[in-house]
């Protein structure tokens, strides 16, 4: 677990102090202050005011080096420091159980912080525990599914995007055998494999689909031994919604000379050779996003805020140099017809699970 700070007592104003004192790093730092609920309330209620916002809290159950989901949304982070002038405190590696997450938030609410991002829709019932605890404090899930009074989420819909995935997926199959792997079965996952599995069935009801979750969205020796089994049982296309655990699946693919179509960044430009597409899906502009209004407004977008294939800096599916021109005009049709709302993105899948 890599959480990054340094125990300490002090008064709020001892804290606020130093914390005025320190430069803003390049990467950021997580103070582990214990300031009491009361105090947290009054720097919330500092920060409401527009313009206010000096400090936001940052949570990611996972490495915000994992070269997917998490990085993505500590770019998001990132972005808001260096473009918004705030300081950031954060707490990464944390295990995606509810009990573990509620006591990170709360340890973010509890230094002061008037807003705190949980990154990811795992975080979604211990935001809601967390903000009941903490009305003075705005709390905001990205890709996440709750909303209260002091609770809002923003949704990037990379459904949107894996939908797209499942029809070029469909199209470019040679076997007529598609596969999809992700690791533990959170909102954004299961809507992300449901939107998949439709694009593959509505462009080509006979190609089979092979889906899996294997628990672990970072274990390289699990994805590739699934990976391999896809493989064999006929896959040639794989999509994968995994974060550190997509190397193992990549070196699958490289060993069988199969293709994978990545996701949240463009995986095409990072491995031409493996990836024929990636359904990009910005996470990160959720938390800069929410960072922006906190900071402009004094409390983020209430209830749920969704961005989809309306805004293709935040979602796309982008497509390898190889992808021949007719697949791209199919995948195009399907974005055109998703974005004017003729084409509902289904949200739930009941077909049947991969073992391996």
Request: proline fraction near 4%; aromatic fraction near 6%; glycine fraction near 12%.
């Amino acid at each position: 677990m890599s959480q990054q700070f340094s125990r300490f007592h002090m008064s709020r104003r001892q804290w606020l102090a130093s914390a005025a004192a320190l430069a803003v790093a390049p990467g950021a730092m997580v103070l582990g202050g214990c300031a009491s609920a009361q105090g947290a309330a009054a720097g919330a209620a500092a920060g409401s005011q527009p313009g206010g916002l000096g400090m936001v809290g940052g949570l990611f159950a996972g490495s915000r080096s994992d070269k997917g989901f998490m990085e993505a949304g500590w770019r998001g982070l990132e972005k808001a420091r260096d473009v918004l002038g705030v300081q950031l405190r954060f707490i990464d590696g944390i295990a995606p159980q509810q009990d573990k997450l509620a006591a990170a938030l709360a340890q973010l609410a509890e230094q002061g912080a008037p807003l705190v991002i949980a990154h990811g829709g795992q975080n979604n019932q211990a935001a809601v525990e967390v903000a009941r605890r903490f009305p003075g404090t705005r709390f905001v899930v990205t890709q996440g599914a709750v909303q209260a009074a002091n609770l809002s989420s923003y949704d990037v819909l990379q459904e949107e995007s894996a939908y797209l995935a499942g029809v070029l997926a469909a199209l470019t199959t040679r076997t007529g055998v598609v596969g999809h792997m992700s690791g533990i079965r959170v909102p954004p996952g299961l809507k992300g494999r449901a939107a998949y599995a439709a694009g593959v069935r509505d462009t080509d009801p006979k190609v089979r689909l092979l889906t899996n979750f294997s628990g672990d969205q970072d274990d390289n020796a699990l994805s590739h031994r699934i990976a391999q089994a896809q493989i064999a049982a006929g896959a040639d296309v794989i999509f994968t919604m995994l974060n550190s655990g997509r190397d193992g699946v990549t070196r699958a693919c490289r060993e069988k000379k199969v293709r994978q179509i990545g996701n949240v960044i463009d995986w095409t430009a990072v491995d031409p050779q493996v990836f024929v597409a990636s359904a990009w899906a910005d996470v990160g502009i959720g938390a800069f996003l929410a960072v922006k209004d906190m900071k402009e407004t004094g409390a983020p977008r209430p209830g749920i805020y969704k961005i989809g294939l309306q805004d293709p800096a935040a979602v796309r599916l982008v497509m390898g140099r190889d992808v021949p021109a007719s697949v791209r005009a199919r995948v195009d049709q399907a974005r055109a017809e998703i974005a004017a709302g003729l084409l509902k993105v289904p949200e739930h899948y009941e077909g049947p699970e991969f073992s391996a």
